[in-house]
């Protein structure tokens, strides 16, 4: 795929982000949730707490990984959402762990191979059903060990040629192809 044709890629952090799922109870004593216009904008709001509850991003990473071939490793999904589509490996960070230890214990996780990061490609937030946003770190990985196979999220894992690749599901992951087809040497 073209860098041009991936131009649309990058994400609009002033879009609308509506979640399926909607929090009715504070998360931290259990009161009904309202919502409120609260410093400037509307927020839920718990009156028990007399507190807004701020609602963030969800951190996640990916990882870009091409060999010397020049072929760009993906994995097929077979969780939701975007099942049986193609995207990078990657998934949403733990708590204690950095945002370059969830993209390795990504990859390791969906395409069963241990990598080494290389540089970051970028950072952008990509609509998320459940969560409304999710900001993620792309890396790229040029080294690494094993042999891809699909695992945990996966139904496959395999290279495919930078100017043949399959529809990628997620625009965030497009983002990160493109930057890497930017600045490649």
Not at 6 to 21: F, G, I, Y
Not at 40 to 48: I, P
Request: net charge negative; with cysteine.
């Amino acid at each position: 795929m073209a860098p041009d044709a991936m131009h649309s890629a990058c994400s609009n952090p002033k879009e609308s982000v509506t979640t399926s799922r909607q929090k009715t109870h504070c998360p931290f004593c259990g009161g009904l949730l309202s919502r409120r216009f609260v410093e400037g904008r509307d927020r839920l709001y718990c009156e028990a707490c007399a507190t807004p509850l701020y609602e963030n991003p969800v951190p996640a990473s990916c990882v870009v990984v091409v060999d010397d071939e020049e072929r760009l490793l993906l994995i097929k999904r077979n969780v939701p959402p975007k099942v049986g589509m193609w995207c990078l490996p990657g998934g949403f960070m733990e708590l204690g762990e950095s945002p370059e230890e969830a993209a390795v214990r990504e990859l390791r996780e969906e395409a069963g191979i241990d990598g080494r990061i290389r540089s970051l490609l970028g950072v952008t937030t990509n609509p998320n059903p459940d969560y409304g946003t999710v900001l993620l770190m792309g890396y790229l990985i040029r080294s690494w060990t094993g042999v891809p196979v699909a695992g945990d999220d996966a139904d496959d894992a395999r290279f495919f040629p930078l100017d043949d690749l399959p529809e990628i599901a997620f625009r965030s992951h497009r983002h990160f192809i493109r930057n890497y087809l930017l600045t490649r040497n």
